[in-house]
Each structure stands twice: as C-alpha cells, then as structure tokens.
C-alpha cells in the first residue's frame, strides 16, 4: 500500500487553518523553520519534539497564505511562472511539517500527537479550501487555461497547467459563494470523521486482543510466538495468561496455526467485531456520517455520488467500468472458493471432523492441503527468509541487477526508533540518488499493514532529491532471535521497495508530479510489478538461504513455492473482491439512500453482488476499513486489481525480453518509474510496453482463465 505524504502539490495540501486564526508562537529553534542540514533534507528526527508540531504548522499555513495572496493579487498579468511555478514554490514549510507529522501519526504515533491530529484536521481542510476556493487565485489559472496552447510551454510545464485547473474545478473554484461556503462546512468536517475513524480503529487493535487461559491452548504456535503472547498479556497486567494481538485485516495469521478449531473462532470473532460492538471505539457512527457527507459534498459539486466524483480523475474514469471489472471476476471467484472450500471440506471428513469448513477453519485446512498437495508448509519455508537477507540479497540485489543501484547503511543518521534503518542509495552513475529509510518491525503506536512514504519528494525546480520509507509490521522476535519472515511478508517487502524505487527514480521538474503522484488506481502497478523478483529463480536462490547453516533453498521447495501461486486463489481473490465491492456500494450511494444499520447494509451489499460466502469474509469489514474511510482510497480500494492487469502484461514482457537484466531495468525506469505523474498515466504505460494493456496475464495469473 501506498501512503502519498505531505508534499508541496496544491492538490494533495487538502489542509490548513483560516488567515484569522490565532498562530501558536514559534521559537527560533524549532526544526521545521528552515530546511533540515542533513543530507536531502532528511527530517532532524533527534530534535522534533511533539510541541514543535503546532507552532510549525501554524506558522507553514500562513506563510503559505501570504505567499498565496501575493500571487493572487499580483498587479501584473498572469503567466505561466508568475502563477503555476510560483504555487509549486509556495508552501515549503508546511510541507516540511507535513511530511513528519503524518508520517509519525502513522508509525510512532502518541496521545500528544493524535489530539493535534484531532485539532489539526479541519484547520488543515480550511487551509486547502483558502487556497483553491480563492477567486482571484482561480481567475489567473483559468486565464493561462483558456490559452494553453499559445504559450509556447513543454509537455510538462502544460500538463502542470492543465492539472491545477483540474484540481482547483475539482476543489470547488467555480461553485458560488454560498455553495464554497457549504463545501467548507463538508470539508472540515468529513476531515475530523476521517481522523476519528483512524485513531479508533488503531486504539481499538492496541486495548483488544484475544486473551487465552492456557499454553495448551496456544498449541500449534511457535515457543517464539507464545512467548510474544505471554509479554503481551503481561504488558496488559495479565501475568500467567496470554494474548492474541489483532492485525489489521480480518483474517489473523495464528488461525494458521492454532490447533484448537475454539480459540481460532474466537480470534476470528474478534477481529470481524471490531468498530462494531458499542464503546467508545466503534465506528458505526462514523462511517454513516462519513459516507453521507460525502455524498452531500459529491452532489454539491455536481456529481451522482461520491464514486463518479472519485472515479474521474482515475484511470478507470467511471462507475461502470469499475462494476464491470469486479463484477466479471466475482462470480468464476466465488466459484473457485467454492471448489476449494469442498477439497478442504474433504480433508475435513478425512480426518472425521464432523463439522462445515468455516472462515476460521480456511487457513489451518489450506496450509494442511498445502502440505498435502505440494508436499511443504510456511513452516519449511521461513527458515530461509532471515529479514536481512531477504532485505540486502534480495531486495537490494534485484534492484542493483536491474537498475545499477547500490545501497550503503547509515549510522550516522539519526531516526525516530532504534529498529528503523537508513540507506544511502547511489546510482548507477556513481552520483548519491536518494536515501531510503526501514522501518519493518510492528509497535503499539504504528498502524497495522505496510506503506511508503515519502520525507522528501523530488523535483528540479526545488533541487531536491527523494527521501523515502518502508513501513511493515513483522512481530519483533525476543532478544537473539533472528527475524524470520513469511512468504507474505517477503513479498510485500518487494512491494513496498517497488513504491520507493518510483519515489527515488523520480526525474521530474514540479513538485505536483513527483514519484507516486499518480493515479490511486496506477499507483500500486510499479509496486506488483517488483514483487515478481521475490520468486525470481536468480534472485530468491540470492536470498533464500538457511540462516543457520547458510544453505541455499533446496531447488524443490523452490519449485514447490512457484507450483504454489497459483493455490487458494479463490479465497484470496473472493476476499479481496468483496471489500472492493464493499467499498463501491458505500461510495455510489446518494444521500438519501444512506443507510442507518451498517451491518445490515454490509450483508446486503455482498448478497446483492453475489460475493456472500460465509466461508470467505471480506478482506476488511466496513468498520475497520481504514483504505476506504481513513487511508486516501475511498472508492479506489479496486486499484490494487486495476493496477494488477498493467502488472502482470509488464511481467509477461519482463519474461518475453530476458527477465533480469539493466536493459530492462532500464528501459522500465526511463519510460515509466522516472516519469512520475509528468504524462497520462495509461499513456506512460503504452510508451513502455507499445500497446494497450491486456487481461490475459492477469487471468492466467488468478487461475481464472480455464487452465
């Protein structure tokens, strides 16, 4: 998953407070004031402190209004520099700010920082809505608009001009006075909902958990993972027993493993509650008002709902094509589940069971029929996928091999935790190219999931190179014990370093196109792509070696792993698919048809689109689905699908071109991943693979194709 971070673009500022508000005084020692000395600008994390946080922004909000009243008020007439380049320029120090603070929220998170995250988020809203609801500011975008093609500009500097006033049409600029008015009341307030669905969801995974009695009961598990259980119970004044922190999904991975078909229902029942069973974090609440709002402001802006107002400004374009993608792979998924669902029932009956493979029976019966039927298990497999390895003989080596570039580690540099990591990253050229931070272990105060950031984004006009992070969440392992990995977290470990090389290889003159300021809906296509290298023959041979005696993965497992890919597609596409449809019928809802009871509508949307298998919940219920209602991808949870057509072509010409090799690397990068938003994201796609793109792969891949 990506998380776009504070940046300088007009488009993504969606926050700050009124010229009238009342500015926190600012000392001249805090850290935001000027550009950070470290190299690239990398934030000072060793003097930010959380009572920086306030003044900083108050003070970058009305630096940036009064660098915004002097552009909209500028007596001279308007061009392209005095007016696009100048709000490109505008804004540094809030996005200094910005940049920590909502990175932070996210992964080292306080009180102290989630009640100004609370305070800030109408201010922040107030601040966008100033900026593109400006009349004056909008009439000199317009006036350059109008003339485009008279102003003798290249490719990108008119592309800029053509994004601004799409953005500022999009924000409201032609709206009357009384309807900016309503659009501000909306704004605000449906930014303090967001920040509350958030904070709950995320306080709500740290005061639950499943408490279990006994070891016994804990039986399946890894002396490890127990211990890690028992710490927990512990922390929480819980001696002698044991808890089961959740995940952020509904599935949790010890329904693996667990032995006990009792705790596994448990865990399961559990996580499916969450943000729905009364107290002080449930969401019920707030996802109505949340999608209401939206609706109402969608409408405001001339809209059905809030879907097509979402859907235009991504590649996909409209309502329909969305519900006829997921609507044509949903029902040979549902079918696919089905029959998965009876080989497990079988092995169920085999062992004389006597009951109905349910969601919490899923994982163990799939790793069991795994084992069966291709002769290993996870357990086989993590011995060989030590965190480090993976990382540098892995990770990095593909890259080098592919793109030329070299990774350093950085002591010298200082981070906001004693686990994260700094690299420095240098390209081919032998010339410093960026640097990236690491942050994989899981803390009670970091959001559930994986995501990059960016501290830093590039551009020429500001001269800045790219400061990016990683952020998973793998269990810590006790003191002395190596960090050994699942397949899953190896893969997404590939994913995420795929959003950072489209951060670093970002070779783009404006702020508003750097890196992974793409559509939603093209942002996650780099990311699947570098997953690939994970399975890799050279690669994982690189990587996957025993981290005791050093021992190369057998070539049969090996083979076994790849034979795998193809297994329990159904289940992970069903579960997938439901939440996306989840996502849609929330966001294609007008005001009226808003409904009172959550759960109600949750079990009728699924029915409706033929996805209600009960075997197979969805990926994340509507209460602790933070993508949609807290996480930049409301009504663009499909991207990851849409995107995964453009990955799996892009893998197939990988292969048809020799596979590992710089020519490919290189060819990807100058068409693709260096160009950032600076084109049309499809077009981008056809300059570097000659056409359009094509399902076949993506069929094939998802076991949907007949075969």
Do not use: C
């Not at 996928?385 to 793109?403: I, P, Q, R």
């Amino acid at each position: 998953m990506l998380v776009i971070a504070a940046s300088l673009l007009l488009a993504n500022i969606a926050h700050a407070v009124p010229a009238t508000a009342p500015a926190a005084m600012i000392e001249a020692s805090n850290p935001f004031l000027k550009d950070s000395p470290l190299p690239f600008h990398m934030p000072q994390f060793g003097l930010i402190r959380n009572e920086h946080y306030a003044p900083a922004y108050a003070e970058g909000m009305k630096r940036q209004l009064a660098e915004i009243d002097v552009i909209a008020n500028n007596a001279q007439a308007p061009t392209f520099d005095n007016t696009i380049v100048a709000q490109e320029r505008s804004g540094q120090m809030l996005a200094r700010v910005r940049a920590v603070f909502e990175n932070l929220s996210g992964t080292n998170t306080n009180d102290t920082m989630e009640a100004i995250e609370r305070d800030l988020a109408p201010k922040l809203a107030a601040h966008s809505d100033a900026i593109q609801l400006n009349a004056k500011l909008y009439q000199r975008i317009e006036t350059l608009y109008n003339k485009r093609d008279k102003l003798g500009l290249n490719a990108e500097q008119k592309r800029l001009l053509e994004r601004y006033n799409t953005d500022f049409v999009r924000a409201g600029a032609k709206l009357s006075a009384a309807d900016k008015e309503k659009l501000k009341a909306y704004n605000a307030e449906l930014a303090a909902l967001a920040t509350a669905f958030s904070q709950n969801v995320l306080k709500e995974a740290n005061a639950l958990g499943l408490v279990v009695d006994t070891r016994a009961e804990l039986d399946g598990m890894t002396d490890s993972a127990i211990e890690t259980a028992a710490k927990e119970a512990k922390a929480r004044g819980l001696d002698g027993k044991f808890v089961l922190a959740l995940s952020n999904t509904t599935g949790q991975a010890p329904m693996a493993v667990l032995t006990n078909r009792a705790v596994r229902q448990r865990l399961l029942d559990a996580s499916m509650a969450r943000g729905s069973h009364g107290g002080e974090f449930d969401n019920r609440a707030v996802v109505i008002k949340l999608a209401k709002l939206r609706a109402e402001r969608a409408a405001l802006l001339g809209y059905p709902n809030y879907a097509a107002y979402a859907l235009e400004d991504e590649t996909v374009k409209t309502v329909g094509a969305v519900n006829s993608l997921l609507s044509e792979l949903s029902k040979p998924a549902v079918a696919n589940a089905r029959r998965e669902a009876a080989d497990l029932q079988a092995l169920v009956d085999a062992e004389k069971g006597g009951f109905q493979v349910g969601a919490a029976d899923w994982e163990f019966y799939t790793d069991k029929l795994r084992a069966t039927r291709f002769n290993f298990d996870e357990n086989q497999l993590k011995p060989y996928f030590e965190l480090n390895s993976v990382l540098n003989n892995g990770v990095f080596y593909a890259a080098n091999k592919l793109y030329g570039v070299t990774f350093k580690e950085r002591k010298d540099l200082p981070v906001y935790d004693p686990d994260v990591r700094v690299y420095d990253v240098i390209d081919a050229n032998g010339k410093p190219l960026a640097l990236f931070i690491a942050d994989y272990y899981a803390r009670g105060n970091k959001h559930g999931g994986a995501w990059m950031n960016e501290y830093v984004s590039q551009s020429k006009l500001l001269g800045h190179h790219a400061v990016v992070a990683n952020q998973l969440n793998i269990p810590k392992p006790a003191a002395g014990e190596p960090t050994l990995l699942t397949f899953d977290e190896v893969t997404t470990m590939f994913h995420e370093f795929g959003h950072a090389l489209h951060g670093m290889f970002s070779n783009v003159t404006y702020p508003r196109f750097a890196g992974t300021n793409v559509p939603s809906d093209f942002v996650e296509y780099p990311s699947q792509v570098n997953e690939m290298w994970a399975i890799w023959p050279e690669v994982l041979q690189h990587y996957a070696k025993h981290y005791k005696t050093g021992a190369a993965m057998p070539k049969e497992l090996l083979d076994k792993v790849v034979a795998a890919k193809k297994f329990n597609q159904g289940f992970m596409l069903t579960e997938y698919l439901e939440a996306a449809m989840l996502d849609q019928r929330w966001h294609q809802l007008t005001p009226a048809q808003v409904p009172s009871d959550v759960p109600a509508f949750e079990a009728s949307a699924l029915k409706e689109a033929g996805v209600d298998f009960a075997p197979v919940p969805p990926r994340y219920r509507t209460t602790y689905f933070s993508h949609s209602f807290s996480g930049g991808y409301s009504a663009a949870y499909y991207a990851y699908l849409w995107s995964e057509k453009l990955d799996a072509d892009t893998v197939e010409w990988f292969k048809e071109n020799g596979g590992l090799q710089r020519k490919n690397g290189d060819w990807f990068r100058q068409k693709l991943l260096s160009r950032g938003g600076s084109d049309d994201a499809l077009q981008l796609f056809r300059d570097f693979r000659g056409r359009d793109s094509k399902i076949d792969a993506l069929l094939e891949r998802r076991g949907l194709n007949g075969k």
